[in-house]
């Protein structure tokens, strides 16, 4: 009889449970009373200790891997072995959130001459193509970090030219400045805030602007 309860738990993701006690002359209540009998003490354990690792899992915003939650169980009072906790978070699915690297993209330390800070923090505008803003940030790709170069008029917080690159160089930013000329081709005085990188300093940004 056990070899038959055994079959029918083999094969119940191929077929129903009700079709195989059928086949083989079994009572479903039957089948399911030797499954809760066989539920061992290990998997008993592993069910107690997966809803602990789910806690610890949920508390660190989905960051911890097996190595910090064994950890956090041994802190516990919990002992486990570290293979034990990763085999249960693979079982669960419970898969760490990369940390993201921070990337810097400004590089202040340079001899370009800096302009004023014109804009002091009056973050808004009257009328378009009045005050533009640029700034650069960077996105995680599968190939690697990509950069985006962005040009925003505030008027309307609207993106009006941007570039994106795998390098972080100078014709980054340039090439964001040309797609907001020739999109919007503002009249003279507009005035234009980046921070101090070398990128916006260098002499041909400086010389597209003027």
Known sequence: MTQKYQFVAAHASEYTVTMLCRVLGLARSGYYAWRQRSLSARQERDQQLTAQIQIIFTDSRRTYGSPRIHAELQAQGVRTARKRVARLMRHAQLYPRPRRRSVRTTDSRHTDPVAPN???RTFQAEAPNRVWVADITYLATREGWLYLAVVLDLFARRVVGWSMQPTLERDLVLAALNHALQRRQPP???????????????????????
Do not use: F, P, V
Not at 188 to 210: F, I, K, T, V, W
């Open 118 to 120: 014109l804009l002091a």
């Open 188 to 210: 003279a005085g507009l005035l234009h805030h980046s921070d101090r990188g070398s990128q916006y300093a260098c002499a041909e940004y400086q010389a597209l602007l003027r």
